[in-house]
């Protein structure tokens, strides 16, 4: 009798029951959220290589694909832990941008030993995260407005302490010094890689087992997912979002010394989009700006799809304002059907 | 049911909580047997929400005490009480829609995997939590929940509902208390729900179920604690008195 109820709610569910064509693919997206940018991938790569005039598929792209990746796509590891949570991360640009002028200027200037340098950097990283962490977590302010406040803090600081000025090549202690490590090549055959793309795809690794298989991973989700019912699961809400910022903050200071081997040099006007092409990574990769979904693997594939965007169109011969088109025209399809498959069940 | 010699599992006396000018709670007291569904009912603004939640360890009483097995207990917060083996299932269903069964009813309180896994790597154990979720639910006969990882936003209010019940089964191992466990529900989830209700005290677990559904209450209840103006006006039973009766007393026509 009891099990008859049962059985016959679930059928009474058109959440439980999918029907037609469309809810089925709901539910399978529902239920693995990188289908979606891996079949962008997928198709953008078929149509520039159609577009590209035979330059799209060499090996060499595929290497400048990656390399241009590197910084993106580790920074949006940090990006996507704070969306997880439901917030946002709007200083992660200028962040990477101070912790790597604070570890040149250790560095070159105060004569620090390489290693030191870095740890200096990751420690002031993960003190500007937890600065961030502190505002959003224990005072409760929103994450856009701190962030956004610290975005131009971390910018200006950056430019005070590095007064403008570019650090070289040679200063940091030329090519074979560990600050620039990242940007050592690696040749497999014809493909011509950095180790600072390896140590973004560790990143994501590293990542992927964390929120998948701790308990720290797991209330980062529920957290995003819902604060209350986290709080009553008895999950320390405020700490794991005050974590959550620092960690950020620590992969502020992975992603600068990416960058340092990225461009060689130390400058403040490096990599000036990175701020807004986290969040493009980590939207398109399928993470929900609401909080608690998506996979870690899908702002990989992301952060690919806007670098392959930018560079496809480029070998297309597409204008460069055109280029900025189509990837917000992306970033509105990522939004829309995110708030489709978010309805599932109801 | 209960045996009114019998130690009380959980009680309370003179709890008082003020809040600002208003005292929710003026002396209130709470004996639960084991073995039994114990009711509350009152008004609104009757305390008996301020009174679960300074058994459920959301709040804490300005003055009396807190016994379980008699002895003295505090509870600073959720957490305490949960340790001390007092589940409670909120009115507002409180699961992560988007996180599977197995890892809500296991949510906050993950298992380790054995060896060095989960020593050194922190790895849970998330094979060994999706047997034991799927055996939480199938000891409340809520087995017809094929698939331990779809989400529990995919599933109809009852069966969330169910999950929430076999996580304070799962881990309560004295009390269990339900805040308007069937309020979401429709009528047919509602039954299952109250199902639940009588394995949970057939296993043993004393249940404290808060309602304003009388119906329910004198169907599932063995005893009925009626609190009026922050404390206990009386007891009675689905025997001993009617449903209007009971109403009377509760709103302050009748006196017990």
Same mark, same amino acid.
């Given at each position: ?346 | ?166 996580? =304070?089964? =799962? ?49 599932? =209840? ?35």
């Amino acid at each position: 009798m009891q099990e008859e109820q049962v059985v016959e709610d679930a059928a009474a569910q058109p959440a439980a029951a999918p029907h037609s064509l469309l809810s089925r693919v709901q539910h399978v997206l529902h239920r693995y959220p990188t289908i979606g940018p891996a079949v962008v991938l997928l198709v953008s790569i078929a149509v520039f290589t159609a577009l590209g005039n035979g330059r799209f598929q060499r090996p060499e792209t595929l290497g400048i694909i990656l390399q241009q990746t590197a910084v993106l796509a580790t920074l949006a590891v940090g990006q996507t832990l704070v969306i997880l949570t439901a917030g946002i991360d709007l200083a992660i640009g200028t962040g990477m941008l101070l912790t790597h002028i604070i570890v040149a200027k250790a560095a070159v200037d105060y004569g620090v030993h390489p290693i030191l340098a870095l740890l200096i950097g990751a420690v002031a990283g993960m003190l500007l995260g937890a600065f961030n962490g502190v505002l959003v977590a224990k005072f409760k302010l929103p994450p856009f407005i701190v962030t956004l406040g610290t975005f131009y803090i971390f910018g200006s600081l950056a430019l005070l302490v590095s007064k403008a000025q570019t650090t070289s090549k040679e200063a940091l202690g030329g090519p074979d010094s560990l600050l620039l490590w990242a940007g050592k090549g690696i040749s497999i055959g014809s493909l011509r890689i950095t180790t600072g793309v390896l140590v973004a795809f560790f990143l994501y690794v590293v990542f992927w087992y964390i929120l998948s298989y701790t308990s720290w991973g797991r209330h980062v989700y529920a957290t995003g997912d819902d604060p209350d019912a986290a709080l009553l699961a008895g999950i320390n809400v405020k700490r794991v979002l005050f974590s959550v910022y620092v960690v950020a903050g620590l992969i502020y200071a992975i992603g600068g010394w990416v960058q340092l081997g990225r461009s060689l040099s130390a400058s403040v006007n490096a990599a000036t989009d990175a701020n807004l092409e986290t969040i493009t990574a980590v939207v398109i990769g399928g993470v929900s700006l609401f909080g608690g979904r998506g996979r870690i693997w899908g702002v990989l594939i992301g952060a690919l799809i806007v670098t392959v965007f930018r560079i496809g169109l480029s070998l297309a011969g597409v204008s460069v304002y055109l280029q900025n088109f189509a990837i917000g025209a992306l970033i509105l399809t990522a939004v829309a059907l995110d708030q489709w498959i978010r309805r599932v069940g109801k | 049911m209960s045996d009114l010699d019998q130690q009380p599992v959980l009680a309370a006396h003179g709890l008082v909580k003020r809040f600002g000018r208003v005292v929710a709670l003026d002396g209130s007291d709470l004996e639960l047997y084991k073995g039994e569904v114990l009711a509350i009912i009152g008004d609104n603004g009757a305390g008996k929400s301020t009174l679960i939640k300074c058994l459920s360890g959301a709040l804490t009483p300005d003055e009396g005490t807190i016994e379980m097995g008699g002895q003295k207990v505090t509870f600073r917060n959720p957490q305490d009480a949960q340790a001390a083996g007092i589940e409670t299932v909120y009115q507002t269903l409180a699961v992560a829609p988007a996180l599977d069964i197995a890892t809500n009813i296991f949510l906050g309180r993950e298992r380790l995997r054995p060896g060095p896994l989960g020593t050194i790597f922190r790895m849970v154990d998330r094979p060994g939590m999706a047997r034991d979720a799927q055996r939480a639910l199938a000891e409340l006969g809520i087995d017809t929940l094929q698939d331990i990882t779809q989400a529990v936003e995919t599933l109809s209010g009852g069966q969330r509902q169910a999950v929430a019940v076999a996580r =304070a089964a =799962a881990f309560g191992s004295k009390v269990v208390i339900m805040d308007e466990p069937t309020a979401a529900l429709g009528v047919r989830e509602s039954g299952q729900v109250l199902q639940l209700i009588r394995d949970l005290r057939d296993r043993g677990l004393p249940v404290i179920l808060i309602s304003h559904n009388m119906p329910q209450v004198f169907e599932v =209840a063995d005893r009925i604690h009626i609190e009026r103006l922050g404390r206990r006006t009386a007891i009675v039973t689905p025997q001993s008195h009617t449903m209007s009766e009971a109403v009377a007393i509760m709103t302050g026509a009748a006196v017990a």
